[in-house]
């Protein structure tokens, strides 16, 4: 006896806005469970698969479709814990792509404030005729106008975050405008809580930003990736109620062996 629940593979298309081609395509490539046959040979489909579907192209926007493939085909071999873990993980991973680009926003603001600020240490000294050389520091004068220690400065230069301008004979720094400028960036960046791979790797990323079309190109791109990051987020929250119900729909949790 036909079960008149069951769904031909037209209908599914038709629920879940893919080709037919696509769906039987998804199918093989394990997004769906495969569907049962009927006495006639024809697939059946339940409402799982259209909302593993459905499923799939919010995933799909938020994190690619190779990877959401990958990922919803997998869901189908875990547990309910493992399952959620899974999603919880693109959830977080997008959360922490966010955080990144603020982040890089920030050093960028900090790099713009303190080029400002040095223009206009020039410009005060341009109008009172300093000698030219005069705007170097040494790495006590330095470390107190940061607020750091002076070996603090020292673990920098060996991060390769600030190097001096020269050391002389005597292995005194002297650090130049450029140098005492770069240090004023770590120590806002330190200041705000960034560990030192953090901070490299945000001067690294802003120093590629502005060699593409400067400071102001940059903050277009770093826009442009809190925007994308925003939709990507919409998508998964879309494809939320569906991924609950496959959810559901799976083993439950083993429990511990016995001790």
Known sequence: MADDSALRTVDVARESGY???QVRDLER???IPAATRSSNGYRAYAPVHVQALRAYRGLAGAIGPVAARQLMADLWTRT???AAAAINAVHVGLARERDEVLRAQQALWAIESEAAHHGAVEAEAAHHGAAEGADTMTITELAAALGVRTSTLRFWEREGLVAPERVTSLRARRYDASSIGAARIVAALRGSGYGIPAVRD??????SLQEGGGPERARHILVERLDRIAARSVELLRAGADLADILDSLTPAR???PA
Do not use: F, K, N
């Not at 945000?202 to 120093?207: K, N, P």
């Open 19 to 21: 080709s037919v081609q």
């Open 29 to 31: 490539l394990g997004v």
């Open 80 to 82: 309910v814990t493992e």
């Open 202 to 207: 945000i001067i690294d990323s802003l120093h």
């Open 255 to 257: 429990a511990p062996a």
